[in-house]
């Protein structure tokens, strides 16, 4: 009886035993893993920086424009007749009052020659008409009537020889003649157009920019521009401003003028112009990576006493790199760049200061 009880007692103190040593090892595990956690959201995180210091900027804003032709027009005939003539090369220069297009004058030529008869026995009549009048053989009515008639036929004969220099069209401007619609021996309407005519030496950049800067464009301005394909730089200088905004798209239009004696510049191609605005002396510029967008606004993380601090900022213009902040940072704060999307609000930070 008493083994029994011996043995009872032995199996209750083990069970107890074992009871209590798995409630102390839970609590013992519960307790590293909430330290571990705690460790692990203090964890210091190494980032790169730099340290804001101000420096020279030219405020310049980066727009695109098109490049347009120094003057165009469209050729075409101020009368209808056969093309008997095309004294013009497809792609080829020609200079101002270079004759391009005949057309057919044979009938206005016989038209002429006709009016010019009847103007010479008019002339003749009035003449009689003169020393009769001197006479007093005719009335005043009678030598008004020849005078009148040979004036008419003079006139008639002008409006005839301005029909003949029309059968003739001639370039208004040297330029470049485009690729042509016709041939000879093709009846011509005024409305056909037979080629274009285009000069390219200046050419014009026309560009908008937004109207909370039309008060710092001004004429005789210079700018830079480049075009797809080419990282060559050209410079062109502002020659005229429209003197109102578009209300539909609240910008106001610019035109700049650009040598181009190569013939590189092609119109109807896009030009990306830099036009400077102005000049910052104590300019505070930061990388675009370290700028967050967020709801009502932007802001940066910056360090101070070894932890990140949240700044809102306000930005103005930017260049391919850097960032022009007008408010939010001041000389020697040291901006956070690379992991700022993870970073929060008092998280230790270790930072790698970086070379601008």
């Known amino acids: 009886m008493k083994l029994k009880h011996i043995i ?52 310049t804003l980066s727009i695109t424009g098109s490049i347009d032709a120094n003057e165009r027009v469209d050729i075409r005939s101020e009368v209808s007749g056969v093309v008997r003539g095309i004294t013009f090369k497809e792609g080829g ?3 101002k009052g270079q004759v391009l297009l005949k057309i057919d004058d044979s009938e206005l030529r016989a038209q002429l020659s006709q009016a010019l008869t009847k103007q010479s026995l008019a002339a003749g009549t009035q003449n ?51 690729l042509r619609s016709t041939s000879e021996g093709e009846y011509l309407t005024p409305t056909t157009i037979v080629a274009s005519l285009v000069d390219t030496d200046p050419i014009k950049i ?20 480049t075009i797809s394909g080419s990282s060559r730089k050209y410079n062109a200088t502002i020659y005229a401003i429209e003197p109102q905004v578009e209300t539909a798209t609240r910008t106001l239009q610019l035109r700049a003028r650009a ?79 690379t992991g700022v999307m993870t970073l929060k609000q008092g998280n230790p930070v270790k930072v790698i200061i970086s070379k601008k």
Do not use: C, H, W
């Open 8 to 59: 009872y007692a032995l199996l209750i103190g083990g069970v107890a035993a074992l009871v209590i040593y798995r409630i102390t090892a839970n609590k013992k595990a519960t307790a590293s893993e909430s330290g571990g956690k705690g460790n692990a959201s203090q964890k210091t995180a190494t980032v790169n920086g730099i340290i804001v210091s101000p420096s020279s900027y030219a405020n």
């Open 93 to 95: 220069r020609v200079n």
């Open 128 to 178: 009689r008409a003169s020393q009769l009048l001197a006479k007093e053989a005719i009335s005043q009515e009678e030598y008004d009537i020849a005078l009148a008639d040979l004036r008419s036929l003079k006139a008639q004969t002008q409006l005839i020889r301005a029909q003949l220099n029309k059968t003739q069209v001639r370039a208004p401007f040297s330029g470049t003649v485009g």
């Open 206 to 225: 026309t560009f908008s920019v937004p109207e909370k800067y039309a008060s710092k464009v001004k004429n005789n301005t210079k700018i830079t521009f």
């Open 259 to 337: 040598a181009n004696p190569d013939g590189s510049l092609i119109p109807g191609s896009f030009a990306n112009i830099a036009l400077p605005l102005n000049n910052v002396d104590k300019a505070l510029l930061i990388p675009s990576e370290a700028i967050i967008p967020i709801q009502n606004g932007k802001k940066v993380f910056i360090t101070s006493k070894g932890k990140a601090k949240e700044v809102m900022v306000e930005t103005s213009t930017r260049t391919e790199k850097d960032v022009l902040i007008t408010s939010g940072l001041k000389q020697g704060d040291t901006v956070l760049t």
